[in-house]
């Protein structure tokens, strides 16, 4: 809970630079289990190509502040596995339990996919 907080104060400090883009964490209506996006990402980024090593921000940060940055972007997927970024012009149209992945989108109204 505490990184779903600092994603939203990180994107909430560039809020009126950026166009307000705030992020949660997508979850399943029926467990309410994390959920990934499956539909192709328009954008893979290593982590380690959006943070310096002085940065000292979780992985997950440094995605949501790439995705605020970035106009057209409307939401990402966090790949623990290999430590990247999925990035997402687009509303993904579908979303699945994954190992190793959450999708965060955009905080404007709360989605819950089945």
């Not at 328009?42 to 940055?69: G, Y």
């Given at each position: 809970?505490?990184l779903?907080v600092?994603?939203?104060l990180l994107?909430?400090v560039?809020?009126?630079?950026?166009?307000?883009k705030?992020?949660?964490v997508?979850t399943?209506?029926?467990?309410g289990?994390?959920?990934c996006a499956v539909?192709g990402?328009?954008?893979?980024?290593?982590v380690s190509d959006?943070r310096?090593?002085?940065?000292?921000?979780?992985?997950?940060?440094?995605?949501?502040?790439h995705?605020?940055?970035?106009?057209p972007c409307?939401?990402?997927?966090?790949r623990?596995d290999v430590?990247s970024c999925?990035?997402y012009?687009?509303?993904p149209t579908?979303?699945?339990?994954?190992p190793?992945?959450h999708?965060?989108?955009v905080r404007?109204?709360q989605?819950?996919?089945?």
């Amino acid at each position: 809970m505490e990184l779903l907080v600092l994603l939203v104060l990180l994107s909430s400090v560039d809020e009126a630079a950026s166009g307000g883009k705030a992020f949660r964490v997508a979850t399943s209506k029926s467990d309410g289990g994390v959920l990934c996006a499956v539909n192709g990402a328009t954008k893979m980024i290593p982590v380690s190509d959006l943070r310096t090593p002085e940065e000292n921000m979780p992985p997950q940060a440094a995605c949501a502040r790439h995705c605020t940055l970035q106009a057209p972007c409307h939401s990402f997927n966090y790949r623990f596995d290999v430590s990247s970024c999925e990035f997402y012009d687009h509303a993904p149209t579908e979303c699945q339990s994954v190992p190793n992945c959450h999708y965060f989108q955009v905080r404007r109204k709360q989605t819950n996919y089945t």
